[in-house]
């Protein structure tokens, strides 16, 4: 096998730091965590270490010609993507029902394998993923209104001890339009009350419009001081 040559070297490099800018500017203009400059280290990074295990290859399988022992070029990549793991979950955020950042964790991952792609000289495919890449990031969520996601939220209902019970309250709920997948009930005997938690499934496209209504109608309802969306 012969050694790469430092022209090859530099191609595959900057196709990974080509590879990288695009799909780190997507993640820039929309303000994630990890942008331009981490989606292009990353991935020129991925590149430089098949690079290396590529010529590391070359001068073992050379040094040890007549011998058994042959190293394997993918252990170092394999390390890589087992590495950026600890990179992408760094991403992920989580606030209250919500969590962010499992798009951008993906693309470095995916970014990741792009270099690795790009560092073993495969360019045609290397392309082909990056055009899905950028498919992904800039058609489909144009597409995505039109899925009919469902959304999750609690809310948290506190009522006198006589008041409303707990089938009451799912009919109430279940009327507005969200339905009730559990409930919780707790006990404040000092204050004469009980708190309902409430975990409900409905249509993410109906989420502002149906929190307002099902807030506004269980304050209306006696003995309810206290009622919570989150």
Request: net charge positive; glycine share 10%; with cysteine.
């Amino acid at each position: 096998m012969s050694s790469l040559s430092l022209w090859e070297m530099f191609l595959r490099l900057l196709m990974a730091f080509l590879a990288g800018f695009v799909v780190g500017w997507e993640r820039e203009s929309h303000g994630r965590p990890a942008g331009l400059r981490t989606n292009i280290l990353a991935c020129v990074a991925a590149a430089l270490a098949m690079v290396v295990s590529e010529v590391l290859f070359a001068q073992s399988a050379a040094a040890t010609a007549t011998g058994s022992w042959r190293p394997d070029p993918a252990r170092l990549g394999a390390g890589i993507l087992t590495g950026i793991g600890f990179l992408g979950a760094g991403t992920i955020l989580r606030h209250a029902n919500v969590i962010r950042g499992v798009t951008t964790a993906a693309s470095l991952w995916f970014v990741t394998v792009l270099g690795l792609t790009f560092g073993t000289g495969e360019f045609g495919l290397g392309f082909i993923g990056v055009g899905l890449a950028l498919l992904t990031l800039y058609v489909l969520p144009g597409f995505e209104k039109y899925i009919q996601s469902d959304w999750y939220a609690t809310l948290s209902v506190t009522a006198g001890l006589e008041s409303l019970n707990e089938a009451e309250l799912r009919d109430r709920i279940e009327a507005l339009g969200p339905k009730v997948k559990a409930m919780r009930l707790n006990y404040d005997l000092e204050k004469k009350q009980k708190a309902f938690i409430c975990d409900l499934k409905l249509k993410k496209r109906n989420v502002f419009e149906l929190s307002s209504s099902v807030v506004t109608e269980l304050t209306k309802c006696p003995g309810v001081p206290h009622v919570r969306w989150f």
